[in-house]
């Protein structure tokens, strides 16, 4: 009797791999389970020496395991103080996630988590302080509002710019609520960097030229600008539009926001120097401040030529800006008022012991509009999109306020390194009295680590205070 093969009797082809897989799955494990077995013994003949725990034998291998876990218990417990030092500070940012770390909740117990919950691990991570840096709480203590100046401390040591300086103004009364400032990495308890001249302004200028444009009804924020080359450089031939120009163009609005060089170049170019040298007074350059606070910020640009194109755009070191002046000038053009120098009762002799008028002028109501709008611009759809935004804001914090600002960035020498600027204001929508004027400035080595941009550190200080002045503390 003859037997034929029939094709249709035959496993599925996915049934015969699994069968195969789990053959080999089985061989592959007793080969292992007999191999161990065989080699078992001459393992423990040559086992290094060590000493024995709870009637096991610790090799020197062991004893380095258990050092890596003491590590990380280490590090957890240093967590936790800080999750309930967070907590002791009354600090509501960290507070929700600092009493999840400490209880192992990992749910949301509010109606505001999904909100915050991006925040809280902003704000967390630069809770912890390094061991090796010790913290002098005085300077802490002595400023307006104690917990966000804790927090600014804090950011500054767990980001360690090299030089940096952080102002926070409440702009209604003009006073200083908080600051921090870092020198060769170190926190330090004086903020002279605030009264310090030799910061160039780098492309704060801009501010000056859309001002001066603005102000002289020649201007508005729509206006089309011819846009030639890269928007970070400034050539010769960038600066040569030919005539019947039909090619590309940028808006007044988004050069200022965008931080093109070119466009704003050709502006100050058609207005004239002398027109910049008038907006510049109103914006507190070239001028002797009472009693030096702060020193002189120097804009001298000339009548004509590729150095007016420079001023113009702030593509120059010549051109100088104080922290403390930059506050000014935001502060101005967020309230629509003359320039007035932000003002400490106890960091004197770092800023005015109280307001002072000075003799400048006011911008006419469309540019001061135009300004605030440029600046929002900046946050929307400019250089600070992408920091100052809900990756680093909570969601309900970044919808609930109107943020404007303008970023600026260039080598310097006094101190040397890479300058990088951020002057700006954050303000409540629903009720605008609620307002806050937030200028960043870092000092960046050319050749070695970089902190977080300005940019960040500055949606993060404009987070916390939301959490502190926009919501009801429960």
Known sequence: MKYYYDPQNRLPYKKRLRNRCIAIAIFVAACALIGSCIFKNDEKAT?????????????????????????????????LKEAHRAIKLKDTLTESAAKSLIIGDARATTEAAPEASNSAAIDTAGTSIPENDPVDSVHIKNQKDVFLAQKIDNMLRRFKPMYGVVLVVDPKSNEIIAWGETKDYKVQNEPDFFVKNTFPAASLAKTITIAAAMDANRYSLNTPVPMLGASHTLYKRQLRVPENYHGTTISLADAYAKSANPPLALIGMEIGAKRLREAARNLGYNMNFPGGIPGKSSYAPPDTGYGLAEASCGFTEATTLTPLLAAAQVRSILTKKPLEIPWAENIAPYAPKSRIALDVKKFNENTYYGLRMA????????????????????????????????????????????????????QSKENPDKAVVVVVMQVHDLQGYRSQPATQVAAMIMNYWAHQNLWPQK
Not at 52 to 69: F, H, M, P, Q
Request: hydrophobic share 35%.
């Open 47 to 79: 086992q290094p020496r060590g000493f024995v725990v709870n009637g096991n034998y610790l090799t020197a291998e062991s004893k380095e395991s258990i050092k890596d876990t003491l590590r990380v218990d280490s590090s957890i417990i240093d967590s």
């Open 375 to 426: 600046m929002i611009r900046s946050i929307t759809n400019g250089t600070a999109r992408k920091q100052i935004s809900t990756r680093n804001m909570a969601r309900k914090n970044f919808a609930a306020l109107d943020i404007g600002g303008k970023t600026g960035s260039l080598d310097g020498q006094d101190p040397h390194g890479r300058y990088e600027w951020f002057m700006g204001f954050a």
